[in-house]
């Protein structure tokens, strides 16, 4: 370890980690902000308990730091991040001479559970369809591709971007192509096939005119519309429905799903309706429904 470096406070040593890591990997302002606040964090711990800095902790001081944020209720991912920062700066103190060993390599992560997806019931979906005004053909439009939406579970990338030869009225089913370039099969249901075919005679003619668009939900200007346009108006929709929960286009492919199996949908199927690759991914929604059957046996059952 050099002079200079003996000599730095702890305070310097975290601003000069901060600068390579600005330099090296280009994070963010906020990001740093975040890594050299939870960094004096750990210093003022260690002077207090400990009487030294961060270059003399030991893999027993970092622990007992962690033990007490834990104790205090800090949520397992958090500590995950303060663990990664730790590492980041071990590492660099190690590559520019200021220390000889990592006290933070043998410390595990702490082990994160999936957050479960938000979602939405099924009275609250039924809400947010009814939202849209069908006078007006965006409103028609918008009112069909929720109804596509929750009925078919797509990603909004995918909604947003289907053409009209994807969509086989005939059969009721919607050829999706997804992520990697996978294409699977989706049926759409009786209520939602009926709401595009009255879109497509109606509303779609309505908003193009005599443009042509090669999107099957084109906007006004006959463009395709964009992720954020589509996000925005479902907030909208969701405030006019009275619902207070922050949604988004990706709560309805939740509900999609945990309504399926809510129902007894078999979880394969609804993996394959997702385009999951892995099951895995999709039995998060397992723990969905199993949620919503407990509190169900809660308040229904005599003994709940």
């Known amino acids: 370890m050099t002079d200079v470096v003996e000599g730095e406070a702890d305070q310097q040593l975290i601003e000069r980690f901060a600068d390579a890591l600005w330099l090296e990997r280009g ?3 906020n990001t740093l902000s975040a890594y050299q606040s939870d960094l004096r964090k750990v210093v003022d711990w260690l ?10 902790a030991q893999r027993a001081d970092l622990l007992d730091y962690l033990a007490k944020l834990s104790k205090q209720g800090r949520k397992p991912r958090s500590t995950a991040r303060l663990l990664s920062c730790l590492r980041q700066f071990y590492q660099h103190a190690l590559r520019e001479g200021w220390v000889t060993a990592d006290p933070s390599a043998r410390i595990d992560a702490p082990k994160l559970g999936r957050p479960l997806p938000k979602s939405l019931t099924e009275s609250e979906v039924e809400a947010l369809l009814n939202a849209p005004v069908l006078e007006d053909p965006e409103g028609f439009r918008d009112r069909t591709m929720l109804e596509v939406l929750y009925a078919t579970g797509l990603r909004v990338s995918e909604l947003i971007g ?9 059969q009721g089913v919607i050829r999706v192509v997804g ?3 996978k294409e699977r099969l989706v049926p759409m249901g009786d209520e939602a096939q009926q709401w595009l075919e009255r879109f497509n005679r ?3 003619h309505e908003l193009l005119g005599a443009r042509v668009c090669q999107h099957l939900f084109p906007t ?15 907030k909208k929709y969701a405030r006019m429905a009275a619902i207070t929960k922050t949604i988004s286009p990706h709560t309805l492919r939740h509900a999609f799903a945990t309504h399926l199996l809510n129902h007894g949908a078999d979880l394969r199927v609804v993996q394959l309706l997702l385009g999951h690759s892995d099951l895995s991914t999709t039995q998060i929604y397992t723990h969905v429904a199993r949620e919503r059957l407990q509190q169900l046996h809660a308040v229904h059952h005599p003994r709940g």
């Not at 289907?162 to 005939?170: A, I, K």
């Not at 006004?220 to 479902?234: C, E, L, P, S």
């Open 27 to 29: 994070l963010s302002r």
């Open 47 to 56: 002077h207090e308990q400990r009487g030294y800095g961060l270059l003399q």
């Open 162 to 170: 289907l053409r009209p030869e994807q969509v086989s009225l005939t």
């Open 179 to 181: 992520k990697g370039g």
């Open 202 to 204: 109606e509303a779609r």
């Open 220 to 234: 006004r200007r006959g463009q395709g519309m964009t992720r954020q346009a589509f996000w925005y108006r479902i």
